[in-house]
């Protein structure tokens, strides 16, 4: 399971910008990963998804 997680992350990595509008996400991955979705797991305590992974400018992500 683990190395389909690192084949997806690496694709991701090599196909998408390094930094970009999180609003973006969707038309990025052509549907695929959900922003709002993602928004939605960033406020459940039970998936631990690490602020790294976001730059905050003010308000927005």
């Given at each position: 399971?683990?190395?389909?997680?690192?084949e997806t992350v690496s694709t991701l990595q090599s196909v998408?910008?390094?930094v970009f509008?999180?609003?973006a996400l969707d038309e990025l991955?052509?549907?695929a990963i959900n922003w709002r979705t993602?928004?939605?797991a960033r406020s459940n305590p039970d998936i631990d998804i690490p602020r790294?992974?976001?730059i905050y400018s003010g308000r927005k992500v």
């Open positions: 399971m683990s190395n389909i997680l690192d998408l910008p390094p509008a999180g609003l991955t052509d549907g993602i928004q939605n790294e992974c976001f």
